[in-house]
């Protein structure tokens, strides 16, 4: 049976974490408001030099600030799911946690809490810098805002997920994947451009990624002012599939840790 209480104590063990060491909370701010930054000032400059007119530099802006947000709710959730584990494993605590009777299904819930509640926090900070710094209005996409962010995010939850199965099969060999997974995603995620400019071999893998969808559809959005529903229903079809996936590798591989003693080791080491 799925208890809440206890989903709850896991997130607030988490949000404990920050809340008292106030130091951890820039992690969450600093690179989203440099990359920001950088990218959003070396977009207007190159459009200075170029002499593009009002109307190309205000949709590649559009383009750039709007896919640097959107894809920060990405990495975010990852992040929520991978760092919750590792946090766990840094501090010694693995095993008291699967010790106690918390179904795999609360604990990610829990994390997937936590990377939501990361993603809000950078996200509302993104949005008002890009409001002050570029009069960048997010909320342009209207109620697909909603959808983007949804599909992203349950996208990062799944990277996330096999994060962190692989660090529980294969240990601290493999804890930068944490990392590095979104970022071995990216190229094939279209976040800064558009499917048609990827080779053919890469772009049937593209095609195969939720985020491909929902970037190429807010691109149109901005673009045409409208927006493929078909876009959207490959990324919503692909996003379960893919997390079902994900939850019965973390499932399996959780079996067989437990079985070959993998958790001490992993915890202990």
Request: net charge positive; glycine share 8%; charged share 10%.
């Amino acid at each position: 049976m799925f208890h809440p209480a206890i989903v709850r104590a896991l997130v607030m063990r988490q949000v404990l974490l920050y809340t008292r060491n106030p130091v951890r909370a820039i992690e969450l701010f600093f690179w989203p408001i440099v990359q920001l930054l950088v990218w959003g000032f070396v977009t207007v400059f190159l459009q200075q030099q170029s002499g593009g007119g009002q109307e190309g530099f205000g949709r590649v802006i559009t383009f750039l600030i709007g896919a640097i947000i959107l894809w920060d709710s990405l990495f975010r959730s990852q992040q929520g799911v991978a760092i919750s584990f590792l946090e766990d494993v840094w501090t010694r605590n693995l095993l008291n946690v699967f010790a106690a009777p918390i179904r795999m299904t609360e604990y990610l819930a829990a994390s997937f809490t936590v990377g939501l509640l990361r993603v809000i926090i950078t996200g509302i900070v993104l949005f008002a810098i890009a409001l002050a710094a570029y009069s960048f209005n997010l909320f342009q996409f209207q109620g697909y805002l909603f959808v983007f962010y949804a599909n992203l995010m349950m996208f990062g939850w799944t990277l996330g997920i096999l994060s962190t199965a692989l660090v529980l099969r294969w240990g601290h060999g493999v804890e930068s994947l944490a990392w590095a997974i979104p970022f071995m995603v990216q190229p094939f995620a279209c976040v800064f451009y558009d499917i048609s400019v990827l080779p053919s071999w890469m772009q049937g893998i593209a095609l195969a990624m939720p985020p491909a969808h929902i970037f190429g559809g807010m691109r149109e959005m901005v673009a045409t002012g409208s927006l493929n529903l078909s876009d959207l229903a490959w990324a919503v079809g692909l996003n379960f599939l893919y997390l079902a996936f994900a939850s019965a590798l973390f499932s399996r591989t959780l079996g067989v840790a437990r079985e070959r003693g993998l958790l001490v080791k992993t915890a202990s080491s």
